[in-house]
């Protein structure tokens, strides 16, 4: 089975710290990204990354960064925590190819005070 | 821009029986494939079923079935024989190239109720 992971399932932190999410797969995926979701929004895409050091912003890149140095560990940074990035992250993998499946992993729920 | 709309944020239904979620979408791709995951309360997000666009037959898993109109850029979801257990969210999403990899997008999600 396919298995993606994720550092924490809660996090506490203030604003201004730097914040770092990680996320790992095991099913040697290229494809990993990285999604907010927020209740009545659905998940949006924040980055993506379809190689080692390679990354894309998605829909909402403002106020993050990413991090791809081995392929099985993609990282999320919030350089400076704000009180309006508190919401639930969430990692997912793929394989690279039109209409492969994504893996989600259980996702972090992140609370900036 | 590809957009997804789920126009039911909540929905309810009694176990044993039939419920379907709707989903319309918009593009003007012609090679696309569309997805449902399912996202229990305070569990992860999995993959319910998975259509291809260019395939007239709509595609089934189990209890699960989709009823896929191309033309009007429908993507329905259909739970058969209700579960307590299909309680959760529910999201329809839309595949698309960009870049250098494909990318979801994804409705805002139905939220499925199943009663005793």
């Known amino acids: 089975d396919v298995k993606v992971t994720q550092s924490s399932r809660y996090l506490v932190k203030r604003t201004g710290e730097k914040v770092f999410l990680e996320c790992v797969q095991d099913m040697d995926h290229e494809n990993m990204f990285w999604y907010r979701q927020d209740p009545g929004l659905g998940l949006r895409l924040i980055y993506f990354?379809?190689?080692?050091?390679?990354?894309e912003k998605g829909d909402i890149p403002e106020g993050y960064s990413v991090s791809r140095e081995k392929k099985e560990r993609f990282s999320l940074i919030l350089e400076s925590a704000s009180t309006n990035q508190t919401s639930m992250y969430l990692c997912a993998s793929s394989f690279v190819s039109l209409g492969e499946t994504q893996y989600f992993g259980p996702g972090t729920r992140l609370l900036v005070l | 821009a590809q957009t997804v709309t789920q126009s039911q944020p909540e929905m309810s239904v009694q176990e044993a029986e039939t419920v379907t979620l709707s989903c319309t979408y918009d593009t003007s791709e012609s090679n696309y494939y569309l997805f449902w995951y399912k996202q229990p309360p305070s569990r992860q997000m999995i993959l319910v079923i998975r259509q291809e666009a260019y395939k007239q037959q709509n595609a089934t898993e189990n209890r699960f079935s989709v009823n896929f109109q191309k033309a009007a850029k429908s993507f329905s979801l259909k739970i058969s024989d209700s579960q307590l257990g299909d309680t959760a969210m529910y999201f329809c999403?839309?595949?698309?190239?960009?870049?250098?990899?494909?990318?979801?997008?994804f409705g805002k999600g139905t939220k499925l109720t199943v009663n005793p």
């Open positions: 999403a839309f595949m698309k190239h960009q870049g250098g990899s494909e990318k979801l997008v």
């Open positions: 990354s379809y190689d080692v050091k390679m990354k």
